[in-house]
């Protein structure tokens, strides 16, 4: 038999009796109260972040949706012209009566059509919709013709687009006199 007593189950050696709890030195203490302050502060500063952050929210920055295009005797008649349509999102077409503007945004989804000058149309690249150059849609699934914007001449004589006003062919606006510029 060995000398060493062996542990019954259910009864606590005579070693354990009286031990006491392993003593926590003063570094030890102080680096878990130092990594508690730690966290506690970088809790602090990401609310204060994010409070920051909401206090100045992003700004979405648009071209205005007004905007003038220079003076009518720069365009040639029965030419779309293209000028406009990366800042601004319009054509401006200048037939023999005058001038309309049309957006830049095919009826269907939204995306952005091309004009195509040698065969005279404008084709979204999106989904193939079509349209001749009045905007009225001819081919493809757009299911209406473009939309007209506001144009008229400012008080300097040039041509003044207003986009925030907006005229549907399917509901008569185009007869409206401010979706056309006679000169």
């Known amino acids: 038999m060995s000398s060493e007593k062996e542990a019954v ?5 005579e070693k354990a009796k009286g031990a006491t709890p392993p003593k926590v030195s003063r570094r030890s203490f102080l680096n878990w109260i130092a990594i508690g302050w730690g966290s506690l502060t970088a809790a602090t500063l990401v609310g204060v ?4 952050r909401f206090m100045f929210p992003n700004v979405l920055f648009e071209p205005p949706s007004s905007f003038k295009a220079g003076f009518p005797d720069e365009y040639a008649v029965g030419e779309v ?8 999102g319009v054509w401006i077409v ?4 005058g001038f309309f503007a049309l957006l830049a945004v095919c009826t269907h989804l939204g995306c952005p ?6 065969e ?3 084709k979204c690249p999106c989904h193939g919709s079509g349209f001749y150059r009045t905007g009225i ?14 144009i008229m001449l400012a008080d300097d004589g040039q041509i003044l687009v207003d986009k925030s006003r907006k005229f549907l062919w399917e509901k008569g606006e185009w007869e409206d006199p401010e979706s056309f510029l006679k000169v």
């Open 9 to 13: 189950p259910g009864k606590v050696p």
């Open 94 to 97: 200048r037939t023999t009566e």
């Open 137 to 150: 849609n001819f081919e493809g699934p757009a299911p209406r013709p473009l939309e007209r914007a506001r």
């Open 49 to 52: 972040a994010a409070t920051l």
């Open 120 to 122: 005279a149309k404008y």
């Open 113 to 118: 059509p091309n004009w195509l000058a040698a």
């Open 81 to 88: 012209d293209e000028r406009w349509k990366e800042k601004f």
